[in-house]
């Protein structure tokens, strides 16, 4: 039976993943192929259940309507099959036994069949510490010889990365989870043939047996896949890594297993290309990298590098000036490299202006003892915070979204903020929800909560998504003004530099003023100069007197 492509409302999409491998097992409904137009990405369901007997189409394939996908044979066609030798063998031994009279000595082959036959175990999530967790990567394959605590299964949640080990050895006989799959506690993993339950149940007569048959059949294991043998013996001559090049790959995202083989390798992960989901490096992938790395040319004496970034050339060779030496960045910086990469296609343009900030930050003064009673720090930032959001009502399109055609603009219904906090890892941008309908109390309160969880890492996936305009401040660390990035599909991002005392003229003299320096960066295809100008303008009236929000 072939699954095609059903209607996905597009003339043709590319193949972006391909979910399922021959031999897995698969009920109606399971996801198979991940396919991707330039609209939404599609996953497309099983209309069937049975055993994967082949994949039709590759990586980057385009596809239609009607495409075979994959071939599924179902389930009962394949034990009906695998039973028929079964039972034809079983009837030539009887046969034969009744010829030459040697039933006494079929009888412990037959205790040993069944014997193994019974020792199916199945494999299931133990106690991990936390309610659930997502399958991140299948370690084993259906038809695998695996030994007594192998890790067969990497489980990661947002505190940890665990390695589910096998309780028994023996040869995987299927796998009944896939990665992306949420587990807990109990969740049937994979069922094992287990082969010292087997031998254990039927030693004594296997023994007997053995004394009767001169040449004890022996029992295939798969051997190791020729390339990885010869891979991992040829990087025998590379040199492991030092401690220094290891605590580099603990930044890098990868599993224990992963990070075990790259030591044993030498690899350095910074260097290789990850396949998995949200940028994870599984070990195909180091086997890859490592792949490539002896089928290059021996003369060559260039470094292998990560690939460059979009339109840029490789770096050059440095040798001849002293050398260097690669520092992997921080896994938060890889991951904000593509998205930073994005800001290259927008036509940004940035306005400053200053806000006098004298009577607000008094005010503040007057209020954060009683906030702190309270446990809750009252910043400057809250202000702001609440001002901007009371001013993107009224100027809705410093919150929208080029739409895709580039002829119109999506305007969003409410306001989501994100706010840039630094941390030891780099900067990440929590989302402050509906700041226009809350308090100062309210909003220096989150505030304070996004912030702590993002230093501990604990910001979820929902607590970086949605937001529609940016605000990033330099805080106390110094500076007069800067340029911030736009935040694409962001059209606006404000930039809040260090308030100073500066002497304004009053018209009769100087006044000592607290000034705040602002910096708003746009999407020139959406917003004018002249708008951005004014936008800034009624901002610093807005925090000169925070009163003419309730106006």
């Given at each position: ?13 590319v193949v972006a993943e391909i979910l399922v491998k021959v031999g897995d097992h698969i ?309 904000s490299v593509p998205q930073l990469s994005l800001n290259n296609f927008i036509p940004q ?106 230093r501990d890492k604990k910001l979820s996936p929902k607590d970086l998504q949605g937001a ?84």
């Amino acid at each position: 039976m072939q699954i095609t492509t059903p209607d996905i409302g597009v003339d043709k999409a590319v193949v972006a993943e391909i979910l399922v491998k021959v031999g897995d097992h698969i009920a109606e409904n399971d996801s198979i192929v991940l396919l991707e137009s330039d609209k939404a990405s599609v996953e497309v369901p099983s209309s069937a259940s049975g055993i994967v007997k082949a994949i039709l189409v590759n990586l980057g394939d385009d596809v239609k309507e009607g495409i075979a996908l994959i071939e599924l044979e179902s389930e009962g066609a394949v034990q009906t099959a695998s039973e028929a030798p079964a039972n034809e063998t079983t009837a030539e031994k009887v046969s034969s036994e009744s010829i030459q009279d040697t039933v006494s000595e079929s009888e412990p082959e037959t205790a040993i069949a069944a014997a193994t036959e019974s020792a199916e175990i199945e494999v299931k999530v133990p106690d991990i510490g936390v309610e659930k967790a997502l399958v991140a990567e299948i370690l084993v394959n259906v038809g695998d010889q695996i030994d007594v605590e192998q890790s067969v299964v990497l489980v990661e949640s947002d505190k940890a990365s665990v390695e589910v080990p096998s309780p028994v050895a023996g040869e995987v006989l299927s796998i009944a989870v896939k990665a992306g799959d949420s587990v807990k506690e109990g969740v049937l993993l994979l069922t094992v043939k287990s082969t010292t339950a087997a031998k254990s149940q039927a030693a004594p007569a296997k023994a007997e047996a053995l004394t009767q048959t001169p040449v004890a059949e022996k029992k295939q294991v798969p051997a190791q896949p020729q390339s990885t043998a010869a891979l991992t013996a040829k990087m025998d001559s590379i040199d492991k890594l030092n401690d220094e090049q290891k605590a580099a790959n603990a930044k890098v995202y990868a599993g224990p297993a992963v990070r075990q083989l790259a030591r044993e390798l030498g690899v350095l992960l910074a260097e290789v290309k990850a396949s998995g989901e949200h940028g994870r490096i599984v070990k195909d992938d180091v086997f890859a990298y490592v792949k490539t790395r002896l089928n290059a040319s021996q003369n060559t004496t260039s470094t292998t590098v990560a690939p460059a970034a979009s339109g840029l050339p490789p770096l050059p060779d440095f040798s001849a000036f002293g050398g260097g030496e690669i520092k992997t960045m921080t896994r938060l910086q890889q991951v904000s490299v593509p998205q930073l990469s994005l800001n290259n296609f927008i036509p940004q343009v940035t306005q400053f202006d200053l806000a006098d900030i004298t009577n607000l930050e008094a005010w503040r003064g007057e209020l954060k003892d009683d906030f702190k009673k309270q446990g809750i720090g009252l910043t400057i930032l809250a202000f702001i915070a609440k001002a901007v959001a009371h001013l993107l009502k009224d100027e809705p399109y410093f919150a929208s979204h080029l739409a895709d055609d580039q002829k119109s603009v999506v305007l969003r219904n409410e306001i989501h903020m994100g706010i840039a906090v630094a941390t030891p890892d780099g900067l990440t941008v929590p989302v402050l929800r509906n700041p226009d309908q809350k308090s100062i109390k309210q909003i220096a309160q989150e505030l304070a909560e996004l912030s702590q969880k993002a230093r501990d890492k604990k910001l979820s996936p929902k607590d970086l998504q949605g937001a529609n305009f940016t605000i990033t401040s330099l805080g106390s660390i110094g500076g007069t003004a800067f340029t911030p990035l736009v935040n694409w599909p962001q059209v606006a991002i404000l930039g809040i530099s260090p308030a100073t005392m500066q002497p304004v003229w009053n018209g009769k003299d100087f006044d000592p003023r607290l000034m705040l320096p602002l910096s708003l960066s746009y999407d020139h295809r959406v917003i004018n100069g002249a708008d951005a100008a004014r936008f800034t303008r009624k901002l610093t009236i807005l925090l000169k007197d925070i009163r003419n929000i309730l106006l």
